[in-house]
C-alpha cells in the first residue's frame, strides 16, 4: 500500500492508507500516464471518501478548500470550444468577467459535452488528460500554495502538485477568476 502525505500549516502528516497505484480505475490511470508523459513524477491516489465537489475534496486529504484546483468546463457561445477553468476551492468563477477577458461569451457546458471533449465525468475532469489540449485558465489564487490538489479522472482520484507545475503541464494562462 502507499500512503501519501498532505502538507497541511503544521507539518507533513499522513493522510490514509490508500490503493496501490496498480489498481487504479481505468480513468485514474490514463491521468497517471499523462502526469508520466509530461515528465512529472506525481502519483495518482484513490481515496476511500467522494471526491467530486471541493468541499468533499478537502475533507477527504485533510486540507484546505482553497487548495483544491476544481477543473470547470465552458462552451464558447460563439465557437462552441471548450474552455477549461481551473479555480481555487473557494472561489466562485465569474463567467462575466472571463467572457469579457476572452471577448468572446461563455455558457456553462452539460455533463455530455464534458465528457466528449475531456473524457471524464463532471467531478473527476483533471487539468491534463484531455483527448485534445484545452484552453486553460488558472485561478491566481492558487499560486499562493505551496501545494494544490486535482482531481484525477475519477471522482475519488485526486494528485497533489504546486501550482508552478499546473501552469507548466496545462500551458494555461493565469488569471482572477472571481
Do not use: D, F, R
Given at each position: 500500500m502507499n500512503s501519501v502525505f498532505v502538507c497541511t500549516k503544521q507539518n507533513e502528516i499522513p493522510?490514509?492508507?490508500?490503493?496501490?497505484?496498480?489498481?487504479?480505475?481505468?480513468?485514474?490511470q490514463r491521468v497517471q500516464d499523462a502526469i508520466k508523459a509530461l515528465g512529472y513524477t506525481f502519483t495518482v491516489v484513490e481515496l476511500p471518501d467522494s471526491t467530486r465537489t471541493a468541499a468533499e475534496a478537502a475533507a477527504a486529504i485533510d486540507c484546505e478548500v482553497a487548495q483544491i484546483a476544481k477543473s470547470l468546463v465552458f462552451r464558447h457561445k460563439n465557437s462552441g470550444s471548450p474552455l477549461l477553468v481551473i479555480a481555487s476551492g473557494i472561489n466562485r468563477v465569474n463567467e462575466k468577467r472571463i467572457a469579457e477577458w476572452l471577448q468572446e461569451p461563455l455558457e456553462k457546458a452539460d455533463a455530455d459535452y464534458v465528457r466528449e471533449h475531456t473524457g471524464f465525468v463532471i467531478g473527476g475532469v483533471p487539468p491534463i488528460g484531455h483527448p485534445q489540449p484545452l484552453k486553460t485558465l488558472i485561478d491566481e489564487d492558487l499560486l499562493q500554495y505551496d501545494v494544490i490538489w486535482a482531481a484525477a479522472g475519477h471522482p475519488k482520484a485526486v494528485f497533489q502538485l504546486t501550482p508552478q507545475a499546473l501552469v507548466e503541464?496545462?500551458?494555461?494562462a493565469i488569471l482572477s477568476v472571481k
Open positions: 493522510v490514509k492508507e490508500l490503493m496501490p497505484i496498480n489498481s487504479l480505475k481505468p480513468s485514474a503541464m496545462t500551458n494555461g
